[in-house]
């Protein structure tokens, strides 16, 4: 979806989204952990407002995804961004005129094409989450 959005749209602060994406590849994961830790923690950003709903995601197994999640986006986006740029919008507009829905299109048109790309970034984000899951916990 980040991928999509960054490369079919433009809007305000594209390039500081596209930035962002890049940032756990700086970070160290220690230190994505412990700044993920900061924010969702009782006393942080986030979790101030999540646990008085009940909903406690530091040093839990959600808030574990959560971090995982967080430092394998990038391997991810990267990879599906350039099939989307590579893609011919002219497919999506001929089975548009063809009647076909949305969804349609996605899982006859676009899905196809970026299916290869997306289980190389998804096998490369697993990678990296087994090789730095002791850090992040």
């Keep these: 979806l980040i991928a999509w959005v960054l490369v079919r749209y433009r809007f305000p602060g594209k390039k500081?989204?596209?930035a962002l994406v890049d940032l756990p590849f700086a970070l160290p994961t220690a230190v994505a952990?412990?700044?993920?830790?900061?924010?969702l923690a009782g006393n942080g950003w986030v979790g101030q407002y999540l646990e008085p709903l009940g909903i406690q995601l530091a040093f839990k197994p959600a808030g574990v995804v959560i971090a995982l999640i967080f430092i394998g986006l990038?391997?991810?986006v990267r990879t599906v961004q350039p099939?989307?740029?590579?893609?011919?919008?002219?497919?999506?507009?001929?089975?548009?005129?063809l009647g076909a829905t949305r969804w349609q299109i996605f899982t006859k048109v676009i899905l196809p094409a970026i299916t290869p790309a997306l289980l190389t970034g998804f096998a490369m984000a697993f990678a990296r989450?087994?090789?730095?899951?002791?850090?992040?916990?």
Excluded: C
Aim: charged share 25%.
């Design 74 to 76: 990038p391997f991810v």
């Design 33 to 39: 952990g412990i700044s993920l830790t900061a924010l």
């Design 83 to 97: 099939v989307l740029e590579d893609a011919e919008k002219e497919l999506e507009e001929a089975a548009t005129s």
């Design 16 to 18: 500081i989204v596209d």
């Design 129 to 137: 989450a087994v090789g730095e899951y002791g850090s992040v916990i």
